[in-house]
């Protein structure tokens, strides 16, 4: 029951929106805010605004029942002005609260790559790496290693660097071939020539054919078992070779290798933009090649794919990758920073992508011939972001099975006339859940959608789903779970949708929701079960072209632990035994996890593909201090916690150097977020009375 008492509001958030500011209040006693009654104004002056309330309970369990969130957009930052309710206020921004709000969402938001803390952490995780070297000192399995290096007028002092760094490796059963195309640069011979280490083999290359069919000349020329791909003018860690090597010893069949990395400038000293890759994500990769270095492949895989052609040069890494990721028994991620690419004004990293804009259409050309040989009715497409792609999927004609949980037979109505406008007609089968049965049963056969009984919403978590996913199963549907908070503003949803599952391991698929504000809500869930169940939504709150974040995941496709439980699709037949003796759940988000870790268990991904959108109106989750898993009951993680820890691996986005717990990727290193804030607000302040 809601208060007789004015609304009162705090501000938890500012936010960058694509066009003005996004300001979010908490407001108790909240319930009956009226939006049409709300202004916004800063001394006499009044300013355009747009408001936005979500609907549903309370947005954490660490406020009360009658708590809301409201947003309040602006065209531009303001640091001091009042939000009036009925010409009351509402609540008062003040320029200390706007700089100390400001300065925490920032902090929250510094991913690894940007973080000035990364070289006071760096020590931390030499030491990691150091102690996991150690653990295997010598190896029952020693194989030779081919590092393949195309050289073309390179920098003196680049390729001094260069094989430096290789011959300072710790395992020492390597060779080194160099693919000289410049073989009348003296200055470059004189530098080769410094090292006379018979591990060296220098190819003299008289017509330069280019990086792939350079790179090609010294795969066919290589003697490894392996063989290791660098760039002439990036370095090596002295553990690189050592920590493949390591893992080969322990998983003999891993045919695709590959490390984290940073970035450098002119010595090691100046290391910058770390990048913790997660363990092989293949969505992830069909959007950009974030495998990127230090690639190795066994000449096993190798002799099962054909060489990277001519016409994906400056791709042809993305191009094997793909290739070898298609046949190869193992994978291996090496979460450390074993690669140092190196950054001057020719490089990708230095800025150069506008002048190759060849790399960015041979990466489209490797994918879709990826997608050809896999057989999978897909094409890559370019986006706005350089060297991130978008994949557009053929939809199936497969029928779909959509259990609507809705609240009002309102909800109901207007999620039943969205489906209806869905642009592309597969046959579906609405089974609505909620209050009123007589009245939904009624709207769904007033409906051009073919018709399935509406049920009480008692039970909807174990036999009304099970009935209906057991329905699907057997007719080899799919089947779609959302609520009527969910809005499908994206006409062809459904069919963007239905298309990844033309893929044999996608068991789920998820849209991106925007909240009503325009910011993301949801593009994805990352699910820890270890020590305890905690679930956080990557990405919340950005503005959804901001340039993809780290990684790109909030732009990118991408692989999940698990996805919101607002809207998802899924092929109930990929997903076995998850619906026999399906736990009693108290909540539809644990029923979601449920179901995401049933299919991770049975080698099937859990992606978000970011070109299918919906809006949707459910409350806005900002605070993730309590670190558990929000709206999910006790009873409900205990049986989660019951079922699944200890049979899963880590989330698909982990890194031990990176932490998830704010619900953005941040370097893993103690800090205090509201503390760092008020310092940054008091230096700001001194600095400004100077």
Same mark, same amino acid.
């Given at each position: ?109 510094? $991913? ?103 790179? $090609? ?67 992830? +990769? ?8 230090? +690639? ?65 259409? @041979? ?108 329905? @699907? ?185 990176? @932490?998830?717990? $704010? ?10 977020? $509201? ?16």
């Amino acid at each position: 029951m809601s208060s007789n008492r004015s609304p009162r509001g705090s501000f938890i958030q500012i936010l960058q929106a694509e066009h003005g500011v996004v300001y979010r209040l908490l407001v108790h006693n909240g319930a009956g805010i009226d939006t049409t009654a709300l202004e916004v104004r800063s001394g006499a002056r009044q300013l355009p605004a747009e408001f936005c309330l979500p609907e549903g309970d309370a947005p954490s369990p660490l406020h009360d029942a009658n708590s809301v969130v409201l947003s309040v957009t602006l065209l531009q930052e303001e640091p001091r002005f009042t939000v009036m309710h009925r010409g009351a206020a509402l609540a008062r921004m003040t320029p200390r609260r706007h700089a100390m709000l400001r300065n925490r969402q920032n902090l929250l938001m510094v $991913n690894p790559g940007i973080d000035g803390a990364f070289h006071a952490y760096l020590p931390t995780h030499d030491a990691m790496l150091q102690t996991k070297a150690e653990g295997m000192d010598s190896f029952q399995v020693n194989p030779r290693i081919s590092i393949i290096v195309p050289l073309f007028n390179t920098p003196i002092a680049y390729a001094r660097d260069m094989i430096r760094s290789v011959l300072e490796q710790r395992y020492e059963n390597w060779e080194l071939v160099l693919v000289n195309a410049s073989p009348d640069n003296e200055a470059l011979a004189r530098v080769i020539s410094e090292h006379p280490d018979e591990r060296i083999r220098v190819i003299e290359q008289v017509e330069n054919l280019g990086i792939a069919g350079n790179t $090609n000349i010294g795969i066919r020329a290589c003697t490894g078992d392996y063989i290791a791909f660098l760039d002439h003018d990036d370095m090596l860690d002295p553990l690189a070779l050592h920590m493949y090597v390591q893992a080969l010893n322990e998983q003999p069949e891993i045919d695709l290798f590959y490390c984290d990395e940073d970035n450098f400038r002119e010595t090691l000293a100046d290391r910058y933009s770390p990048i913790f890759k997660p363990d092989f994500n293949i969505d992830l +990769l069909y959007s950009h090649n974030y495998v990127e270095h230090f +690639l190795m492949v066994s000449r096993t895989a190798l002799e099962q794919v054909e060489l990277s052609p001519h016409d994906v040069r400056g791709a042809q890494d993305y191009d094997l990758t793909l290739k070898v990721a298609e046949i190869a028994r193992a994978i291996h991620h090496e979460p450390y920073l074993l690669y140092h690419w190196r950054a001057h004004p020719g490089s990708t990293n230095g800025g150069n992508m506008e002048g190759k804009p060849y790399a960015i259409e @041979a990466s489209i050309r490797a994918l879709d011939r990826h997608f050809e040989r896999t057989g999978v009715a897909a094409r890559a497409h370019e986006t706005d972001i350089p060297c991130v792609f978008s994949i557009a999927y053929e939809p199936l004609e497969t029928p779909v099975y959509v259990a609507l949980r809705y609240r009002t037979l309102e909800g109901l109505q207007a999620r039943v006339a969205e489906l209806e406008r869905q642009t592309h007609h597969t046959l579906l089968h609405v089974a609505a859940f909620g209050p009123d049965t007589d009245q939904a049963t009624h709207i769904i056969e007033e409906s051009e959608l073919a018709a399935c009984t509406a049920a009480s919403e008692n039970g909807i978590l174990s036999a009304r789903i099970a009935s209906l996913f057991d329905r @699907a199963c057997t007719e080899q549907a799919m089947m779609m779970l959302c609520t009527d908070y969910v809005s499908f503003t994206d006409a062809n949803c459904i069919g963007r949708l239905s298309g990844c599952f033309r893929r044999p391991d996608v068991a789920i698929a998820a849209p991106k929701l925007l909240s009503s504000d325009g910011l993301v809500q949801h593009a994805g869930c990352y699910l820890e079960l270890d020590n305890g169940l905690h679930a956080t939504m990557p990405n919340q709150g950005f503005a959804p072209h901001m340039g993809g974040g780290y990684l790109g995941i909030a732009e990118c496709s991408c692989d999940y632990g698990s996805v919101g439980p607002n809207c998802l699709m899924l092929t109930p037949a990929r997903i076995e035994d998850a619906h026999e003796d399906l736990p009693s759940f108290e909540s539809l988000e644990a029923l979601v996890h449920h179901l995401a870790c049933a299919a991770r268990a049975n080698g099937r991904h859990v992606m978000v593909l970011p070109e299918a959108t919906a809006t949707v109106c459910s409350p806005i989750v900002w605070d993730w201090s309590d670190a558990r898993a929000h709206h999910v009951p006790d009873a409900d993680r205990e049986l989660l916690e019951r079922r699944w820890a200890g049979k899963l691996t880590h989330d698909p986005l982990a890194n031990p150097h990176a @932490a998830w717990g $704010n619900g953005y990727p941040n370097l893993a290193v103690e800090r205090d977020i $509201n503390r760092e804030a008020r310092r940054i607000y008091l230096y700001n302040l001194v600095k400004g009375k100077r």
